[in-house]
């Protein structure tokens, strides 16, 4: 058993759990869940922002405890006033310390896109996100079968959520649905958790044209999410980077001031 279907297994008890005792009528009495959600694809195309989506996670399989001091609504501000083009917020509370909680402090306090990141499993996942105030949800393709795939994406988008599809290969990109907008390839492998940025620069020039293409993992320099902007790169999801300092939100500005430099700088060298 690898460590993805541990957690698909343990996720799938959970949920099943959440569901006896917060039935989806209750959950749709919640005051977000009738609200007309942010666009994610919206923000991550708008020139002012960065096109980071700045992840909140306080832990993860690969690199343990990341911070288990900063909290949601200060880090989040920060992100967002450093420039993010949205925030995505790992809810997951048995392999990354995070929680349902943290989605709604979030979103109490931020009016931007938020992309509620966990391992979604069932249908009552989608109204769970909606009425604690998601914009987006992530599905990754390599839990499900290209027809559940399909069956949740459309439901997800019938519910009002934009939808975030993970792969990691070839034949993932063979499940994608032909309505399909928001595309991430990770470039960690939720196998063996090795990070190959060979496998992310190849995998999109393969993807549909209509698609926004946003880059995870393995982004820890200005630098590098340059190299992925021009490699057709839209968008781009950094949680560790920021989530390992003492304070996430001054990394991300730190970062994103760095990030605006060397954009002046490769201008400046095609000019000249």
């Known amino acids: 058993m690898t460590y993805l279907d541990r957690i698909i297994k343990h996720k ?8 006896s005792l917060y039935p989806e009528k209750l959950l749709k ?8 959600p942010v666009s994610l694809s919206g923000y991550l195309l708008r020139e002012d922002k960065t096109g980071i989506i700045s992840e909140f996670k306080r832990a993860s399989p ?3 405890a990341l911070n ?5 609504k200060d880090t989040t501000l920060a992100y967002m006033q450093a420039g993010s083009s949205a925030l995505s917020i790992l809810t997951d509370e048995a392999f990354f310390n995070g929680s349902l909680k943290d989605l709604q402090t979030a979103r109490e306090v931020n009016y931007c896109p938020i992309l509620q990141k966990d391992f979604v499993v069932s249908p009552y996942q989608l109204i769970e996100a909606k009425s604690y105030g998601a914009d987006a949800i992530l599905l990754i393709a390599a839990v499900h079968s290209k027809t559940s ?12 959520l934009e939808v975030l599809i993970e792969i990691h290969n070839q034949q993932e990109i063979d499940k ?3 309505n399909a907008r ?4 990770n470039a960690r492998d939720l196998t063996s958790f090795r990070v190959s940025q060979k496998q992310q620069l190849k995998l999109v020039n393969q993807l549909p044209s209509n698609v926004i293409p946003i880059a995870e993992s393995g982004i820890h320099s200005a630098e590098t999410l340059l190299t992925l902007k021009n490699a057709g790169y839209q968008g781009f999801l950094i ?14 500005k730190q970062f994103s001031r760095l990030l605006k430099r060397r954009k002046r700088e490769v201008a400046n060298e095609v000019a000249h």
């Open 29 to 36: 009495q919640s005051v977000y869940f009738p609200t007309v």
């Open 176 to 178: 994608l649905p032909t």
């Open 68 to 72: 288990t001091e900063a909290t949601v």
């Open 12 to 19: 799938k008890q959970e949920v099943a759990h959440r569901a």
């Open 149 to 160: 795939l399909h069956q949740l994406h459309q439901l997800a988008m019938d519910t009002g």
């Open 62 to 64: 690969s690199a343990g």
């Open 182 to 185: 928001l595309v991430g390839i």
């Open 239 to 252: 949680g560790t980077r920021f989530m390992q300092e003492h304070h996430p939100g001054n990394a991300c």
